[in-house]
């Protein structure tokens, strides 16, 4: 950290600040000029957390300069994770697609859905059995008789699925029956959910919030980390910013720049982002192009029908050239595509990515 | 609601939807010209909320043109609402000052703090037990005992008091001691937490999500007063932008703007929104200038040892000049500060407002 | 400036770094720590401003950590400017209303819009002769004959005018006949506009970019000041963010964060910002009571006919208000409305505040 | 255009819209409910472009639902425009590589990396003659100087060259030696540049203002349309958002997104959106997967004395790696790589685009 004196900053300022630094077991140097003098901190950052220094008197700013994250951080696991989704791996040597309907809304559209998926070539359903929804009067999603159903599919196609979790109360109800919980946007900094999450020891999607920077982003992760819970999957969305011709803006620097700090999976979300069918194709090769590992896709046999999000849903046509371009775009990116893979499961994420 | 038709769509298009539009009771008017058709929908915006129109085929966008809400709509309740928490209004023709510590961190400090704010002219009080924070390394509130704190204060200095509170299964306990329950701003979207919240009975501060729209913000009100429980106060308390010299920048056209759709009081925090000690009392006046029923202060009575926010938190010296730059600005703006009014609360803000 | 190095960096590349600075007359003074280390530049920015430390072996980030700016900053000049504008003062012991027409449309309207100003209490006009508009089939402005029309109501009325001037080979025109230049939100960062403008030797009106930093615009004040023309007023006038419901955001904050970094006066521009006639008046007062040097509007006679943004423009009725809550909370705020000084322009503006 | 009436509206308010849309030669459609009447407008959008619908009494809001840009339209050119710079083609059948210096600072360092690009496989050579920098004080490029040598190494590598031109008196002398011009982010508003540009008869290279809308790039693009001149070729650059952990966030969906609404090209600058070397090779192949129709990049030879945006630059290593990657996703997307093409470009963009 970096401590910024004020030009009217005296020397007992200074020496206050030195002091404080000290008697957390850090150290504290000098860089003394003529109109402005800083002081660099160096130690644990967890150290100097609770120092209110910017209150201190002649502080002007104080400037972080190392990540706040620990047990997320490539600086600890230099060596990339994988994160098994019942069989299925997502990690950064392969590609993997997730699909499936944005809401449950009967059996029988989740059935046709995750077959489209399936034949699409995802490896893991995806499906929203408890909906956040911004108006009371909107469809809520059909709770636990979602979830049961997603369960029946999930076992007849035999693919793991992951569905959103948006209570701490629903959490050991839907960790006993899905593959993988998601905490989604408008939940990324709901603290309390992500504790529980990380303590039902399931996989975890943690969708990042729509206005999170990526630090606050993987911060959160490091929260679902803190539970002892390693199994954690980052999903750009798309952020919000002022520009109205999409729904949101896909930031795919994010994956990157998030892979380049912390050892965990990136993946991105090419239908909640552009909010728009026609985008869906242009931005699931931008994904695979930019290095994320997997993407997480909405299909509906009958959008036009569709409770939610029916706008941008991939429908039958568009599968077989979401198949095409999966292939073309991870054989240039060379990525294989993920598929379930009996008998490396079983602890293979804890020994490869984590001793 | 306005459905804008393709320039490629046919005339089937255009008839599917009027039939779609006519089966949910609404009625729609075709404006059909040479390079576009433009469909107006007229009824009850709930009734269409369910109509995937967006994805029906020649539809190019879907624009709404009526609020959402309607529990807290000024249109249903064209007489805004006094709140009362305790025997403290808040509503459009006084101006309360609710002030506190920003986290409960021991009794001292909790008394202390307090003590400065009822001296500088609050009349409620606030204060942290339950912190929401970005690190699971940094300090997280004191719960349970923080609400004990909380409440022997409050009841020695005879005001009451609000607090946050951060998951559902802590409503209960926070709503059976404090007199409002405080939804904090990366919780404006936990529908769970609203729910509950609305359940409990008590008045609610709702904060706005540092980049939620006035429009979600409302809404999230909506979802509240749709539990039956319309005591709901909004507080703006600053947006996020890309501007890097305030924490978050205040937004004080929310104020009229929001007034002018709700019948709600609205309240602004000039401490969270600006970050910085020198800039809670420009913005307070500005507070009180642009119509805002109140503010929401942080005082600390040794802001160099706050465990949180210190370095916004008002100080000894600052309630002097708060106290004046309030009777001051109220005075220009015509408003009486609020102060605790005998016998007023039984029922006065049910019968007056909403009967 | 602060260069934080990579945890890989090596002693070589720290003693690059260190040479270089030394280089160009600075000093560098070195935090080892365990993991980081943290090198802290003292001596004057522009020394390092062409350093491409950034590319250096080694760094992970530079930070800047002092202002840019140097000519306007209020380190250098610690009272604040008064700019006069003809015998009008905008500074911190007055506040001044600026009002007129958006667009000189013609002369009758013109002429009505300046009584209307006038009457309400403004004691500088505005109007634009030369228009940035966003389409090339819009009203563009009436250019020099607009001008012209300016400057005989501006003779009439007995006040000085101030007009936008939106490319450098109008300078000279606009010059000859404005008492200030106004550099519009969509040429902050026209530099050589901002140059021509500076040598024209007129007081200058410097809106702030609706996407800029605060640090940005003054930085393009001091573009202006580097040319030896200090007589810079700047004006916040909303910024871009996510938020629909209001034509820009307005940032009150700015003004008292730019006053305590610049010696310039600071004012507010409530009609563009909103948008919205019903804001102009909240807005005004927010102004007023967040410490602003003065505010510009747009009053128009008849604005359902206007060329150019009427939905924002006040009308007769609101002037009286418009008069009435200006005397009010100039009152509150204890400023003096600024009016016209016989005798007092004579270079007292160079003499008390910057000798 | 929609208006939407208050619910307040006399019928008297609904026939004076009607009427005033009737006289400009529009036709309007009622569509009265119980709660809400909307008006749909029909007709030629500049027709309604002077109306002030916004002051008319009962007036709510006015909503544009048809796209203000005509000659850079898909509608009225459906098919993809090419614009050939010297003989190299930019346009929807290949992938334009654009590559060199940020800054011009001396002929050597041009040479070198005007070499370094044409061995990467540009066909386009880019350098920085006048520069738009924010502080008066840094380098400013070398002027007419610098377009020397831009010259003469565009004329020893046989490649034609791009630079920008940064105010309207500078378009001539840069015209007359440049095969294309470029108008910079901070100038996309300046609307006389704008015009002077499109006059001077070069293909056009126009950076989105890093905070404008997709709509307002195309209107810019309009604007130079409007000369006569439709060789412009747009370039996302990366948009403004809160996010700091990149320059600027590149917009990915603004490719597709432009491409739906106009015909004309759109590439990508993934040097300046991120503003860091690690992020500009995965930014060109989701550049390139997205369907953009080329990247322009820079190179430096020694990023570490670069007197501009050295940390960004591609240095020697960095480029066999990029030629080998847009072989690769040029290859996986179905595109040719540019190449100057003897012959074709004589007349061939009018007549195969524009007949």
Redesign the interface.
Known sequence: M?V?MR?SASDEDVTKVINAVGEVGG??????????T??????DL?QF??L?L????GVE?V?R??K?YKLVSI?THPRPSTVWVGDVPIGRDTFTLLAGPCAVESEDQTRAACRMAKDAGASILRGGAYK????????QGLGEQGLDILADVSRELEMPFVTEV????DVETVAAKADMLQVGT??M?????LKEVGLAGKPVLLKRG??A????WI?AA??IA?TGNLQVVLCERG????????RN?????????AQ?LTHLPVIIDPSH??GKR??VL??T??A????ADGVIIDVHPR?????CD??Q?LVTDDLIKLREVIL??T???DREVATPTAGKQAGAWGRSAHV
């Open positions: 970096v910024v030009g150290e504290a140097f000098v860089s003394r000029g003529k109109h402005q800083i002081i660099g901190l160096v130690g967890t957390a609770e209110p910017h209150a201190f008197p700013d400037i300069v190392s706040p600086e956040p929804r911004t108006s009371p009067y909107a469809f948006v209570t701490p109360a408008r939940n900094q709901n603290f309390q959910l729509m206005t920077t990526i630090d606050e911060m490091e929260y803190h952020i919000r910013t002022y520009e109205p011709s999409t803006t896909l930031d795919v620097s994010a994956v990157p720049v380049s982002s552009g026609d985008l242009p931005l090769k931008a695979i192009a930019v290095g959008p036009e029908l569709a409770l029916g706008p849903a073309r775009f054989d240039a990116a």
